[in-house]
């Protein structure tokens, strides 16, 4: 399954159901102790809930700013891939990088781009158009 995110009209895709859940996943285990939205429950819990309301994206921007500094300190060998475990070389059914040295360089949407950027755009997005992020799969 395909997922998008969009503001309004305008929307990109992350890749597949499997790349956005490893991407929450690795941030619940790497930076939150393993206890989900312990310490970014706008990202964590209304973002991953499919939509962040417009009202809530400086807080989900400065989240994003933090997860990435402390994502760029992690090598890439603890993502976690949680429903792809049985997946000797995840690269070859999901989007990543497999020249990133950390995991904040490691997801890349289908055209490439680093999930992180794109996320944050989309927000900026959101913020300058005063509309609600929706995260949605097809």
């Not at 312990?38 to 400086?58: A, C, T």
């Not at 990435?68 to 070389?89: G, M, S």
């Not at 950390?102 to 680093?114: P, T």
């Amino acid at each position: 399954m395909s997922v998008f995110i969009s503001v309004g009209c305008f929307g990109h895709s992350v890749g597949t159901t499997e790349c956005m859940e490893s991407i929450f996943e690795t941030i619940a285990y790497n930076l939150e102790n393993r206890k989900w939205g312990s310490r970014f429950p706008i990202i964590m819990n209304e973002f991953y809930n499919e939509k962040l309301k417009v009202e809530h994206i400086d807080s989900a921007l400065n989240e994003l700013d933090i997860i990435e500094k402390e994502l760029k300190k992690i090598k890439i060998d603890q993502v976690v891939w949680v429903k792809c475990k049985e997946l000797r070389h995840p690269a070859i059914v999901h989007n990543i990088n497999q020249y990133a040295t950390n995991l904040a360089d490691y997801f890349i949407n289908c055209d490439g781009e680093n999930m992180f950027k794109l996320i944050r755009y989309t927000m900026e997005r959101g913020r300058r158009l005063k509309k609600d992020v929706v995260i949605f799969k097809l």
